[in-house]
């Protein structure tokens, strides 16, 4: 590879020109394109620590001591793939062109192959923010905020999100083991699980009635993304036709999603009024609002640890428009937005572009949101199965009666 060859790549690696944006956990944003001449003198043009970077790449070219481990673009990646990392942001990574086209391949199939659980990184650990309902995962009995110490063996303390991730995904039938560090009442406990992997779909949801004397209506959501808004519209006009009175809107083990289809959704929800601010780093704010007039039915929502992003914004935009009670547990605390630009030969990064902030002014990001009524379910002990979400009858499931009695309260004035 040349040098003007390479000063191109990098260049090329560096710039976001023209991109169609594509955000995750939060939503889509807005990058402005930058556009870098590159005629003759381009390396005069170019801020002189480009210069270690050159020198850095010929010097590992000619004299790396086995030849044929210098693969160029093997190089390339490892320099963006470092860039991103010096960010110290959790949520902004490389994104290879293999795991690009396996997220794109996710987001058309709405499925991907693993164990069926979302992780976040908590330095220095892939903590788990909570496994998929019926996933493999679950069934092994992992719980949110579990910490991954090791992946078949593999010691992932302080290793990057992006690299854990693709040591835990793989082909649907074949095995991984995981070690998690867990903290328990008793103290942090040790647990290994080897789990198969499978099919697993992605953002599944349930709308049930819990009570139809009452009509108290039950809508679990596990995530936001295009179909969302309509799932729904179809799932509160079916709650209707069944007499829908009151309703349980249950954000738990919700990781988050699109920032469009969240306001779409949070329309649905709450009164003529602002839904989120979010804050770019130029100082430009956008702002969404509600043009409806809400559920106009009394309402709770349930949050826990594992109520991630685009769910805290859903969730704070109904405590604080007062459209409903939050009950539960301090959310996660993810109060970033994130954009997919393209970088070019089928790669992207996925890079903190923005900050959102709630109706009351608050961002969760870090802190978490804090329910109005602070309820916390009973842990399973060990050998018993997972409480289920929409299990009113459980005893464990405190977060669901407590909304219950809520709502029986309200409509019994």
């Given at each position: 590879?040349?040098?003007?060859?390479?000063?191109?790549?990098?260049?090329?690696?560096?710039?976001?020109?023209?991109?169609?944006?594509?955000a995750l956990a939060a939503g889509y944003v807005p990058i402005l394109g930058?556009?870098?001449?590159?005629?003759?003198?381009?390396?005069?043009?170019?801020?002189?620590?480009?210069?270690?970077?050159?020198?850095?790449?010929?010097?590992?070219?000619?004299?790396?001591?086995?030849?044929?481990?210098?693969?160029?673009?093997?190089?390339?990646?490892?320099?963006?793939?470092?860039?991103?990392?010096?960010?110290?942001?959790?949520?902004?990574?490389?994104?290879?062109?293999?795991?690009?086209?396996?997220?794109?391949?996710?987001?058309?199939?709405?499925?991907?192959?693993?164990?069926?659980?979302?992780?976040?990184?908590?330095?220095?650990?892939?903590?788990?923010?909570?496994?998929?309902?019926?996933?493999?995962?679950?069934?092994?009995?992992?719980?949110?905020?579990?910490?991954?110490?090791?992946?078949?063996?593999?010691?992932?303390?302080?290793?990057?999100?992006?690299?854990?991730?693709?040591?835990?995904?793989?082909?649907?039938?074949?095995?991984?083991?995981?070690?998690?560090?867990?903290?328990?009442?008793?103290?942090?406990?040790?647990?290994?699980?080897?789990?198969?992997?499978?099919?697993?779909?992605?953002?599944?949801?349930?709308?049930?009635?819990?009570?139809?004397?009452?009509?108290?209506?039950?809508?679990?959501?596990?995530?936001?993304?295009?179909?969302?808004?309509?799932?729904?519209?179809?799932?509160?006009?079916?709650?209707?036709?069944?007499?829908?009175?009151?309703?349980?809107?249950?954000?738990?083990?919700?990781?988050?999603?699109?920032?469009?289809?969240?306001?779409?959704?949070?329309?649905?929800?709450?009164?003529?009024?602002?839904?989120?601010?979010?804050?770019?780093?130029?100082?430009?704010?956008?702002?969404?609002?509600?043009?409806?007039?809400?559920?106009?039915?009394?309402?709770?929502?349930?949050?826990?640890?594992?109520?991630?992003?685009?769910?805290?914004?859903?969730?704070?935009?109904?405590?604080?428009?007062?459209?409903?009670?939050?009950?539960?547990?301090?959310?996660?605390?993810?109060?970033?937005?994130?954009?997919?630009?393209?970088?070019?030969?089928?790669?992207?990064?996925?890079?903190?572009?923005?900050?959102?902030?709630?109706?009351?002014?608050?961002?969760?990001?870090?802190?978490?949101?804090?329910?109005?009524?602070w309820v916390d379910n009973e842990e399973p002990?060990?050998?018993?199965?997972?409480?289920?979400?929409?299990?009113?009858?459980?005893?464990?499931?405190?977060?669901?009666?407590?909304?219950?009695?809520?709502?029986?309260?309200?409509?019994?004035?």
């Amino acid at each position: 590879m040349t040098r003007r060859k390479l000063v191109l790549l990098l260049v090329a690696a560096l710039v976001l020109s023209n991109l169609t944006t594509f955000a995750l956990a939060a939503g889509y944003v807005p990058i402005l394109g930058i556009r870098w001449g590159l005629g003759l003198g381009l390396r005069n043009q170019l801020p002189p620590y480009f210069d270690r970077l050159l020198r850095a790449y010929a010097i590992i070219e000619s004299g790396f001591v086995d030849p044929e481990q210098v693969q160029p673009d093997r190089l390339i990646e490892g320099a963006i793939s470092g860039m991103v990392r010096t960010l110290d942001d959790p949520y902004s990574y490389y994104l290879d062109p293999a795991s690009y086209r396996d997220f794109v391949t996710h987001s058309v199939e709405g499925e991907y192959q693993g164990i069926g659980v979302v992780v976040e990184y908590r330095d220095p650990h892939t903590t788990v923010v909570h496994p998929f309902r019926d996933s493999p995962a679950e069934e092994a009995g992992m719980w949110p905020r579990d910490r991954i110490v090791k992946v078949d063996g593999r010691d992932v303390v302080g290793v990057p999100l992006d690299i854990v991730v693709d040591l835990i995904r793989g082909p649907a039938g074949t095995p991984v083991t995981l070690t998690v560090e867990r903290s328990t009442a008793e103290g942090d406990r040790t647990l290994e699980f080897t789990i198969n992997r499978a099919r697993i779909p992605l953002n599944p949801s349930r709308a049930t009635i819990l009570d139809a004397t009452l009509g108290i209506g039950y809508l679990h959501l596990t995530g936001f993304d295009q179909r969302t808004p309509a799932v729904v519209r179809q799932a509160l006009a079916s709650l209707r036709s069944q007499g829908l009175q009151a309703l349980v809107l249950d954000l738990r083990h919700n990781s988050g999603g699109l920032l469009e289809e969240c306001a779409e959704v949070a329309r649905e929800f709450v009164p003529r009024g602002k839904i989120v601010e979010v804050v770019y780093r130029d100082g430009r704010r956008e702002v969404y609002e509600s043009r409806s007039e809400g559920l106009g039915l009394p309402l709770v929502v349930l949050v826990d640890g594992g109520t991630a992003s685009a769910a805290e914004i859903l969730a704070g935009a109904i405590r604080d428009r007062e459209a409903g009670t939050v009950v539960g547990t301090r959310t996660f605390g993810k109060g970033s937005v994130q954009s997919l630009p393209s970088v070019g030969g089928g790669a992207a990064l996925r890079i903190t572009t923005a900050r959102y902030y709630l109706p009351g002014g608050d961002t969760p990001d870090q802190t978490g949101l804090e329910p109005d009524v602070w309820v916390d379910n009973e842990e399973p002990r060990e050998g018993e199965p997972p409480i289920r979400l929409e299990a009113a009858e459980d005893p464990r499931n405190r977060q669901l009666i407590e909304a219950m009695a809520i709502l029986r309260q309200e409509l019994g004035r």
